[in-house]
């Protein structure tokens, strides 16, 4: 995939570190929010999401493998990937009800490497992010990393293949990173709806009732409290 992006890659290098350092110095502040928290889903549906997003992993470390065999130099670039990715996603931005929201920074990722490879990045930066930050957790990981790391991931890729048909790089980026942040609230939205259905209007109701509250910033939902 990298092979059709025509930025030179010192360029990409130096623009993916800049805005990773920036992004780490306007989030030193204290988060007060977190992805879809630790215990917070049904054990069900947690064990769910879990075996949901195990073949996306071993399918991802059988690209990863891949890549590195094949371009070894590749290495450093995956890497400022998922630090990006890390540092983009620690980003918080105010939502209604008290809540935030946050870029994903997983669509760059999907562009130069395919959503595979980008699942297991994805899902390495909401481990650490879950014991180091205390952001989302371990029984809600697999949860987390479906909509962060897989679909957003593979949207980002097709809808960057699809736009790039017309010739317009820069339009494919945009669109791809965007539609990435969008669809990953999205299903987390009905993952939520699916664990915590409305009494009155069922999972419909629920999911206008959580997507609702992240429209208006569409990136990907955290939930501090139930």
């Known amino acids: 995939m990298i092979k059709n992006i025509l930025i030179p890659k ?5 623009l993916m570190g800049v805005a990773s350092f ?24 947690a064990i769910f999401w879990w075996i949901a997003a195990l073949p ?3 399918l991802g470390m059988q690209s990863l493998i891949r890549i590195t065999k094949t371009n070894p130099e590749l290495k450093l670039l995956l890497a400022l990937a998922g630090a990006f990715t890390f540092v983009l996603s620690a980003l918080k931005l105010p939502s209604v009800t008290g809540s935030s929201s946050h870029p994903t920074g997983t669509g760059l990722g999907a562009v130069l490497f395919g959503p595979l490879a980008m699942s297991v990045l994805g899902s390495l930066v909401l481990v650490f992010q879950a014991l180091l930050l205390a952001h989302g957790g371990i029984t ?22 699809l736009v790039m048909k017309t010739g317009k790089q820069t339009l494919a980026i945009f669109l791809a990173s965007a539609l990435a942040d969008l669809i990953t609230y999205i299903v987390t939205s009905v993952q939520l709806a699916l ?23 569409p990136n990907y939902p955290h939930r501090g409290s139930p």
């Open 10 to 14: 010192r360029t990409l290098l130096i």
């Open 22 to 45: 920036s992004v780490i110095i306007s989030a030193a502040a204290p988060a007060y929010a977190m992805h879809i928290m630790e215990g917070y889903l049904p054990v069900q549906w």
């Open 56 to 58: 996306f992993l071993i």
């Open 140 to 161: 809600t990981l697999g949860a987390n990393a479906f909509s962060m790391a897989i679909t957003g991931p593979f949207v980002a890729f097709w809808i960057y293949r």
């Open 195 to 217: 664990a915590f259905p409305a009494q009155e209007g069922g999972f419909g109701a629920s999911f206008l009732k959580f997507a609702g509250i992240f429209a208006v910033t």
